[in-house]
């Protein structure tokens, strides 16, 4: 059986080797003193988006319904837009992972207010970039944390179409406190949801996971986009104001393909039946 180390190795080395292939489309710890320049900004209402000291905050002062401020870019950090030939961001041409680490959420919306923090991939409606936000009339997939007037936490992870209208499919969970930190899978018309820090509150786990029933990839022609920032879900009056949201380190990754998950599992089961093997020979020796 002298072949089962050379399997073994070749199997983890496969398996190694589609996990390097793994593209980093963006990673930022916000750790200099001023917004990576393939960022732009749509802040309007008093809304304003700073870096420093190792963090990205995002404030506003502004009560007004669905007031929005964001960044966004449709380049991956080293100015790349097109991937074998679709958009960077655009999930149905490979799996996408956004990663979002070291949330805070400053201010309490008064009774019956709500606001929310949240990352987004789509393509706007006549590429306009004044309408990347949930609500916009938009082609694409988000997700949102909100945060209530009690001071509780929700997680929502939605899709939206620009045919119908803007209409948008939209899923929530309770959770039971502020996450840490948070990850959304999209792949084609599935997505996963992560969380560290806390959990959903109707069975203490940490993943969720659904597929989209109103989005295609034709849905999605033309350049996608990512963005982030914040929205009002209501009119706030003066006791909810200001408010904040920061973020220490952002990461967009291209998932490698399914396949390297099942050489890991293959390169599991060989060394597992190696190790077994050099047991059962151990014993007969003995």
Do not use: C, H
Not at 91 to 101: D, E, G, Y
């Amino acid at each position: 059986m002298k072949f089962l180390p050379v399997i073994a190795l070749f199997l983890i080395g496969l398996a190694s080797s589609s996990l390097n292939a793994q593209t980093i489309v963006w990673t930022d710890s916000f750790s200099g003193g001023s917004l990576n320049p393939l960022f732009s900004t749509q802040l309007s209402n008093s809304f304003t988006a700073t870096q420093g000291g190792g963090s990205l905050t995002f404030s506003s002062s502004s009560g007004t319904n669905f007031a929005k401020g964001y960044i966004y870019t449709n380049k991956d950090q080293d100015g790349n837009m097109v991937v074998d030939e679709a958009s960077i961001y655009n999930f149905f041409n490979r799996p996408i992972t956004i990663t979002l680490s070291d949330l805070s959420f400053s201010g309490t919306p008064s009774a019956g207010n709500t606001y929310s923090f949240f990352a987004l991939l789509g393509t706007p409606v006549s590429n306009d970039t004044t309408k990347i936000a949930p609500r916009d009339n938009f082609a694409g997939a988000f997700v949102r944390l909100n945060k209530s007037d009690s001071g509780t936490y929700t997680l929502a992870v939605g899709s939206r179409i620009i045919e119908s209208g803007g209409s948008a499919s939209v899923t929530s969970f309770s959770l039971s406190g502020l996450p840490a930190s948070l990850a959304l899978t999209l792949d084609g018309a599935n997505w996963t949801l992560a969380i560290s820090g806390a959990s959903f509150s109707s069975d203490d786990s940490a993943f969720r996971s659904g597929t989209f029933t109103n989005i295609t990839e034709e849905d999605m022609e033309g350049s996608m986009y990512f963005s982030m920032g914040i929205v009002n879900y209501s009119t706030l009056d003066a006791s909810s104001l200001p408010y904040s949201v920061s973020i220490s380190n952002l990461e967009i990754a291209a998932v490698p393909e399914p396949g390297s998950v099942g050489l890991i599992s293959l390169a599991g089961v060989a060394v597992l039946s190696l190790s077994r093997m050099a047991g059962r020979k151990k014993n007969v020796q003995l």
